[in-house]
């Protein structure tokens, strides 16, 4: 399923990993993974990427779902609300990204014991997430191959279980020229503002200059 996205700042990443289904009297049957990895530099065809480990420093993360695919029209499998213990996915910060925990309903609800089961015999690992992009800085924008380093996820909307993750590959490269373009383009009209500053700079001090030109004119003749 396409992902619906709310606005051109939003992008979706999808990776391939180890996605584990557990079970332990605390929790029932859920689901372990680390959908967001810091510090590794991802191949996204027309640039690399990292995030950096600050990035979640001040992101919202008040409602986040989880589903199948990124279907928004079906009923979460899991919910985070303001990430408390209460929450039936948890997510928790660490050095190396963002850690979760999915409890599913696999007794009550079909889709959830489906992913379960599917998750366990090794069926579906891919794991994807929706986000905004607040802050990021750019390398070599204008080589073939920049990097981008993204400092700040200002939110993450949901993230999904996906069953072919190699699939989103063209709505990710699709969003992600989005955001190269978007970056030369503000580096276009930074530059173009600052050579229209130079030129005002560069017409001031020419009329500066013939000011004195004519103040000193003005004085030969008076010495005349």
């Known amino acids: 399923m396409t992902p619906s996205f709310k606005n051109d ?3 979706l990443r999808s990776f391939d990993f180890e996605l584990r289904a557990l079970e332990n009297e605390e929790n029932g049957s859920f689901l372990e993974g680390v959908p967001i990895v810091f510090e590794r530099e991802t191949d996204l065809g027309c640039y690399t990427e990292v ?3 600050a990035a979640l420093d001040k992101c919202d993360l008040k409602d986040v ?13 899991a ?8 929450s039936t996915m948890q997510m ?16 009550n609800n079909s889709d959830a014991k489906n992913l379960y089961s599917a998750v366990k015999r090794g069926d579906v690992s891919g794991m994807s997430f929706m986000f905004s992009v607040r802050g990021d800085k750019w390398d070599g924008i204008d080589t073939d191959k920049p ?11 949901e993230v999904s279980a996906v069953t072919f993750p190699a699939y989103e590959e063209t709505s990710i490269n699709a969003r992600s020229s989005m955001a190269l373009d978007r970056a030369r383009k503000e580096l276009e009209s930074a530059r173009a503002k600052e050579e229209a500053a130079r030129e005002e700079k560069r017409k001031a001090l020419l009329t500066i200059e013939e000011r004195e030109r004519s103040l000193k004119l003005l004085e030969l003749e008076n010495l005349i």
Do not use: C
């Not at 985070?80 to 209460?86: F, Y």
């Not at 700040?152 to 909307?157: E, G, M």
């Open 147 to 157: 990097k981008r380093t993204i400092t700040d996820i200002s939110r993450i909307y």
């Open 9 to 11: 700042t939003d992008e």
């Open 51 to 53: 995030i950096s480990r």
């Open 92 to 107: 928790e910060i660490k050095d190396d990204g963002m850690h979760i925990r999915v409890n599913l309903d696999t007794e």
């Open 65 to 77: 779902r989880f589903l199948i695919n990124h279907n928004t029209d079906m009923t979460p499998l």
């Open 79 to 86: 919910r985070s609300r303001n990430n408390n213990k209460n």
